[in-house]
């Protein structure tokens, strides 16, 4: 995989320097990487001098050195170090853009540790402060909105480790606050990470202490009566283990504060065996720990209390209990739509 990476690296801090520094990755299809596989790929960086000189300008223009003018750091300097802004032509934009988002795909089937190292590899490398803002935002937002359970601990890393500290920026402040919402309500219960402990309250009032130390797997629903994707997902869920019951306890937590909506969900919309709770004056901090902004959230706890599934849907559910060899579970798959036995 780092072969893959340097060119990358490559790619971003000299895709804005004259023609010369940019044909040294107009390289072969040979000996390019899976990113840059042929020469029609490589040369969409490895644009002419004109389109480099339009970016840089002259360094007479500007009084300065051709090492200044290209960003390039003193060798005395850290590899890290950033220059100020320069104009950049949107068609030069959208070419990083392009091949940031091939770097990603590639790195997909990754471990959420590699693609933490090497989003910060990438960055470490920038030398253009605007360049590595813009690829900043970009790895942010991807990570952020990937369909990869597991993606959006990387954007909690990225927000961490470069935007908190003002090493990188957003464009407007409101993204600044949306991100720092994210991830203060994500990082505690991010995949692989201990389910966070909650004391909640049973239907007769008394506490009621999650995760149980019973040795079973355990399926976390958080939903609402009034949530319309719950209504949707709570019929599927309860179908689900109603047909296919398993050793997984299943603990529905009810987010609202209508005891009398919640005595009839608990009578009509779950399994006869679930465990019930909630918190109706907010004082277990679910919605923080547990990254509860919207309903349904569902999570798959493992027996030791690692979480293996966040956010999943019945048919995620599914294929984890499965892959975890949760017994009870050899069923196939059950759609969003309630109906077993399909294929998604």
Same mark, same amino acid.
């Given at each position: ?6 060119? &990358?690296? &490559? ?7 004259? %023609?010369?520094? #940019? !044909? ?7 000996? =390019? !990487?899976?990113?840059?596989?042929? #020469? ?20 007479? =223009? ?24 320069? %104009? ?10 392009? +091949? @940031?988002?091939?770097?990603?795909? #590639? ?5 959420? =540790?590699? +693609? ?19 690829? %900043?935002? +970009? ?6 909105? !990937? ?7 990387? =954007? ?26 994210? %991830? ?23 506490? @009621? ?27 599927? @869920? ?19 504060? !209508?005891?009398?909506?919640?005595? +009839? ?36 706890? #493992?027996?030791?209390?690692?979480? @293996? ?36």
């Amino acid at each position: 995989m780092r072969p893959l990476l340097l060119l &990358l690296a &490559l790619l971003l801090p000299l895709c804005l320097f004259p %023609a010369e520094a #940019a !044909s040294a990755i107009a390289c072969s299809a040979e000996a =390019a !990487s899976p990113i840059a596989c042929s #020469a029609e790929a490589a040369s969409a960086i490895a644009y002419s001098a004109e389109a480099a000189s339009a970016i840089t300008g002259s360094a007479e =223009a500007e009084g300065s050195s051709e090492q200044e003018m290209r960003g390039y750091a003193p060798r005395s300097s850290s590899a890290s170090a950033v220059t100020p802004e320069l %104009a950049v032509p949107d068609s030069i934009w959208k070419k990083l853009d392009a +091949k @940031l988002e091939e770097y990603v795909k #590639a790195l997909e089937r990754e471990s959420t =540790a590699v +693609k933490e190292q090497e989003c910060d590899f990438i960055l470490e490398t920038v030398t253009l402060q605007d360049v590595r803002d813009r690829a %900043a935002r +970009k790895l942010y937002n991807h990570y952020r909105h !990937s369909p990869v359970m597991g993606d959006e601990a990387v =954007a909690i890393h990225l927000f961490d480790r470069w935007f908190s500290p003002g090493k990188v920026s957003f464009e407007h402040n409101d993204e600044f606050s949306e991100a720092q919402v994210f %991830a203060d309500f994500n990082r505690s219960s991010l995949i692989g990470m201990q389910a966070p402990p909650l004391t909640l309250l049973a239907p007769d009032g008394t506490p @009621l202490d999650f995760p149980a130390d019973n040795g079973h797997p355990k399926i976390l629903y958080f939903y609402d009566t009034d949530c319309a994707s719950c209504k949707i997902t709570t019929p599927v @869920l309860k179908r689900y283990l109603d047909e296919h019951p398993c050793e997984a306890d299943l603990y529905a937590v009810y987010v609202g504060d !209508s005891e009398k909506d919640w005595r +009839k969900a608990r009578k009509n919309d779950f399994p006869t065996d679930a465990i019930h709770a909630w918190d109706p004056e907010l004082r277990s901090d679910f919605q923080r720990l547990y990254g509860v902004l919207t309903t349904p959230k569902l999570f798959l706890i #493992a027996p030791d209390g690692t979480i @293996l599934g966040r956010c999943l849907d019945v048919p995620a559910l599914h294929l984890l209990l499965v892959r975890h060899h949760v017994g009870g579970v050899a069923a196939p798959l059950v759609d969003e739509g309630g109906h077993v036995g399909g294929q998604r």
